[in-house]
Structure formats: structure tokens, C-alpha cells
């Protein structure tokens, strides 16, 4: 059996963990009883010839409360319904267009605007050729979420690239997207994230000193704005959706005031550094891959909404709009943001600055450097929050399918949120934030995107040969996946020719997952001591955090 998910006397015999008081006369409505129902026996009974369940196939039965109408289920056709048949706590579908939206606008691009300039203008060599940069990885990431909006509405399930690949391509390539979206991914991103918003509160507390002087209590602070937030996403899941919508609008603020400054600057005759634009400008191919790496580092997070397809009420509408809602929006916003720096910043102070914006801001009007600081850590913040919101999914559906340990596809009783996975993932992306550089997360982060897109776009042009009647609620043209992959292939091939050293060892590390795959996975003869133990870590977490295997 997979060491993900087997079957054994000892995990048969738990079959309930009672919460009531000694109260004898006490209901079974206020004491609820927490059932693990067989959930290795439920997989193995679903498993196709290779071992592996599909996505659509599983199901476990869990705790419920009869008073909640939001899981409730009739009994069918007058089927007597026993005593251990409730059925277990799903996600929640709550997330409207609006939700969507502001996910997109808050988790699109993120913060990338305020920081990532500085790399991009170092790869394309001149201010005329990074706007062109920011142009094409912004339309190249638009294309790319319509592609991934397909296979959403067709495949409504926790999981997005990892289910999508797993579905057209195999369950081996679906276990690669899986581990290098979270090892090359989700933790550098959740990192860069809590990072910038750090960085932009210490900024203006401590200006003249260096970044590298602060640096380990910037690190600090992000460290505990994760952490505050992963453990607010587990508990107040409503109430923080409700703060998102107000988490994007900062993002928004903190552009208009720049843009607005830029304008000004632009109708009093400021245009010396953009006289001469593609002065300088990179002639090497593999610079520019590398330019648009970074961009699509800097428009990526998107991917998120896919995770959540579970929870949106409409995907089939909602997920296609958002899309093209979001990317207009930043798209504009980014260009019109980076035209505004080099009305005022010469691109030599650009690329000496990690804090791009609070120096732009500086020069134009001191006063307000606290504003737009704080603005650009609460966009931060968002962006975070909507990935912890969403990320945490990958793993919860890896767990369903066999390919994660069990214990990462539970949900709390109570919550109804994956609270192993989220903190599978908190821990990782601590591990990067200590660990490495912003430039090395970008790389990474930018490797993997291209290669994730191009799994995800080669699955799409599969499935449209291979099962052409499959129900489509949306339907992308034609020629975007194809071209999609033209592109992504052509500036992943030049992006590893101009950096082999760095790009290699972010392939090896994805590499790295077949062995895992290998031994987690295919080998099903393990020592009895090791899958005993295990299953005892996956009982005794069960219990200690309160959590049913979900659905």
C-alpha cells in the first residue's frame, strides 16, 4: 500500500472518538461523536488499477451537526439511512464574483509592483524595454488564467493545476506539480509576501539605515504576520473573506497616488529619463527571457483561484470574468505605476532600491511616505491572505487522491478548514523566509509558473483531443493554449541557457519529487514498524487537532 494512505487493523480499530460530558443524560446533538470512518479502506475502494483514486471518485463520511443546514443531506430514493452515514463536512461554497475579484486584483501581482522593478530593469537594460516586459508578462498571464479558468469550470475541484494535470497527464506529472508547486511556489511566494509587508513597515520607522542591517528583524516581523494570519485563516475563515475586499482596495490606493504623482509630473514637463527608452536596452535573447521571468513572477499568485474552485458558487461564470476583470485592472496599473517611477527615479536609483515605491514617494512628497508604506503592507498582507486561503487546497487534494499523507486532507470538525496543510505549508514557507533571498525566491517562483503553465496548457490541449464532448462550461479560443505554450517553452529553454546554475538547481529540487513520488507513492511493501508509526502520528494528530477527513 501507498505510504500516503493504507490499511491496517490498528486504523480499523479507530473508529470514534467521543467528545461528551459525564452528564449520562447528556444528547447526542450537544456531544457530538467524531467518526474516522475507514478513511484508508475508503480510498483503497476507489483506487483504479494503479492504486490511485481520481479526484472525482472519493468519499469518506464524517461528524455533522444535525442543525447545520449548510450539510445537511436527504436521504434518497427512501434509503434507510444507519447511524455512521452522516455525511462528512465539505468546503463551503461561498465565494461570489465579488470574492473572486478581489482575490484575483489582491493575490494578482500582489506586491510585486513595489519591489520587483528593480530586477526587471536590470534584465531588459532600459526603461522602454521593461514596460514592454511588464506589457507582455502581463498579457502572457492573462492567456495563461484563461487556460487554467477552462479546466476550473470543467474540473470543480480543490486542487487546480495539480487536479488538471492529474486528469490529463497522469499521476506522476500531477505529483510534480504538486510538490514543486508547494516546495518552489507556495513557500517562496507566502515568504516574499510576509517579507515585503515587513519590509514597508520597518522602512519609515528606520530610513537611513540599510536594508541589510535590519534585515533579521524584518524577517522577524514576517514571521509573525504569517503566522497571525495562518491562524486567523483556521478560525475566523468568514470573517476574514469579509476584510478581503478591503485588503485589495489598499493595492488599488496605493497605485492611484502613485500614478496620480506620476501624471502631475508628466504635466509639468518631467520626462528626462523616458526621452530615450530603449537606450541600453538588452541584446541578448536570454536577458529578456529573464526580464520576462520576473514579469510573470510579477503578475503570478492568480493561480490561487483555481485552488478554490470548490468554494465559488458559480465557477462556470464567475472564474472567466475574473479573469478578465483583474488582469485589466493590474495590467493598466502596473504600466502606468512603472511610468510614474522614471518620471522622478533615474534608472540607476531604481536598481539600487528594494523598496522602490517609499522612494518614489519620498522624492515627490515626504509627508505622505507613511501612507503609501502602510498601504503597500496591507497589499501585502492581502495578498497573503488570499494565497493562505486558497494554497493550503493543493495538499488537501493531493491527500484525497494518495498522494499526500492522510492526515493533510482532514478538516477541523468544528471549522471546516484544512488545518494540517495549512500548516504543512506555514512551516516550509518559514524555512524559506529565513533561508533565502528575495531574488532567489523570484527565480524559483518564476521557474516553476512556466513550467506549471506549460503542464497545465499541454493537459488542456490534450483533453480537447482526446475527450472533445466533456462538458465545458467555458471555453478558451483555440489558438491562446497553443500559443501559450510556443512562448512559455521558448522563454523557459532561453531563461535556463542565460542562468544554467541558478535554474538548475530549482530543476533538480522539482526533480527531486519523482524519488519521493517513488517511495511515498509506488512503494507499497513497507517495513510494518514505519507504516505503523506512521499511522500513529496520523491518529494522535487527528485527535489532538480536532479533525475529520474531509470530502
Request: glycine share 8%; net charge neutral.
Amino acid at each position: 500500500m501507498s505510504l500516503f494512505n493504507r490499511k491496517s487493523k490498528s486504523t480499523d480499530s479507530v473508529q470514534a472518538m467521543t467528545m461528551k460530558s459525564l452528564d449520562d443524560g447528556s444528547s447526542g446533538k450537544d456531544n457530538p461523536i467524531f467518526i474516522v470512518e475507514n478513511y484508508s479502506e475508503n480510498i483503497s475502494n476507489t483506487s483504479d488499477s494503479s492504486g490511485i483514486a481520481s479526484i472525482e471518485d472519493i468519499e469518506c463520511t464524517g461528524p455533522t451537526d444535525s442543525n447545520d443546514d449548510s450539510i445537511k443531506h436527504q436521504n434518497t430514493a427512501g434509503a434507510a439511512q444507519g447511524p455512521n452515514d452522516t455525511p462528512a463536512p465539505q468546503l463551503k461554497k461561498t465565494l461570489t464574483l465579488l470574492n473572486c475579484a478581489a482575490i484575483m486584483i489582491a493575490v494578482t501581482g500582489h506586491s510585486s509592483v513595489f519591489i520587483s522593478p528593480t530586477a526587471i530593469l536590470g534584465a531588459a537594460g532600459s526603461v522602454g524595454a521593461a514596460l514592454v516586459v511588464w506589457l507582455v508578462g502581463g498579457l502572457i498571464n492573462m492567456g495563461l488564467a484563461l487556460c487554467f479558468a477552462e479546466l476550473g469550470t470543467m474540473f470543480q475541484t480543490a486542487g487546480g493545476p495539480y487536479a488538471f494535470v492529474m486528469k490529463g497527464l497522469g499521476p506522476l506529472p500531477g505529483f510534480l506539480i504538486m510538490y514543486g508547486y508547494t516546495v518552489l511556489i507556495a513557500g517562496p511566494f507566502w515568504a516574499f509576501l510576509a517579507y515585503t509587508a515587513a519590509l514597508y513597515i520597518v522602512k519609515p520607522i528606520f530610513p537611513d539605515c540599510e536594508t541589510e542591517n535590519v534585515d533579521l528583524g524584518v524577517k522577524i516581523l514576517a514571521g509573525w504576520i504569517m503566522i497571525t494570519l495562518v491562524a486567523l485563516n483556521c478560525v475566523y475563515m468568514k470573517y476574514v473573506k469579509r476584510i478581503q475586499t478591503f485588503l485589495s482596495s489598499t493595492k488599488i490606493f496605493a497605485l492611484l497616488i502613485i500614478v496620480i504623482g506620476g501624471i502631475y509630473q508628466l504635466a509639468i514637463g518631467e520626462t528626462e529619463y523616458l526621452q530615450q527608452p530603449f537606450t541600453g536596452t538588452s541584446e541578448e535573447p536570454g536577458g529578456i527571457a529573464i526580464a520576462i521571468f520576473y514579469s510573470i513572477f510579477s503578475y503570478g499568485g492568480w493561480q490561487v483561484m483555481t485552488s478554490l474552485t470548490e468554494e465559488v458558487k458559480q465557477p462556470g461564470r464567475d472564474l472567466p470574468r475574473s479573469v478578465y476583470i483583474s488582469f485589466v485592472i493590474v495590467i493598466s496599473q502596473y504600466i502606468l505605476t512603472n511610468v510614474a517611477y522614471f518620471t522622478i527615479l533615474s534608472p540607476t536609483e531604481v536598481l539600487g532600491s528594494n523598496a522602490v515605491a517609499l522612494l518614489f514617494i519620498q522624492r515627490l512628497y515626504k509627508p505622505i511616505t507613511a501612507v503609501i508604506a502602510v498601504f503597500v503592507a496591507l497589499t501585502s498582507i492581502g495578498a497573503l491572505n488570499a494565497s493562505i486561503m486558497g494554497l493550503p487546497r493543493l495538499l488537501f487534494a493531493g491527500a484525497r487522491v494518495g498522494h499526500m499523507p492522510v492526515i493533510l486532507g482532514m478538516i477541523h470538525i468544528k471549522y471546516r478548514t484544512p488545518w494540517p496543510a495549512t500548516f504543512v505549508m506555514m512551516a516550509w514557507s518559514l524555512v524559506m523566509l529565513y533561508a533565502g533571498g528575495l531574488e532567489t525566491m523570484m527565480q524559483y517562483i518564476s521557474l516553476f509558473s512556466t513550467i506549471m503553465g506549460i503542464a497545465v496548457v499541454t493537459t488542456l490541449l490534450v483533453l480537447r483531443y482526446k475527450q472533445r464532448d466533456l462538458h465545458r462550461p467555458y471555453k478558451v479560443m483555440l489558438f491562446v493554449p497553443i500559443l501559450e505554450l510556443l512562448v512559455n517553452v521558448a522563454v523557459l529553454v532561453l531563461g535556463i541557457y542565460q542562468r544554467p546554475h541558478q535554474m538548475g538547481i530549482g530543476l533538480a529540487i522539482l526533480f527531486g519529487g519523482i524519488p519521493l513520488y517513488w517511495l511515498g507513492v509506488l512503494w507499497r511493501n513497507k517495513p510494518k514498524e514505519f507504516t505503523d508509526l506512521v499511522e500513529f502520528w496520523t491518529v494522535t494528530t487527528q485527535k489532538l487537532l480536532v479533525l475529520v477527513k474531509g470530502t
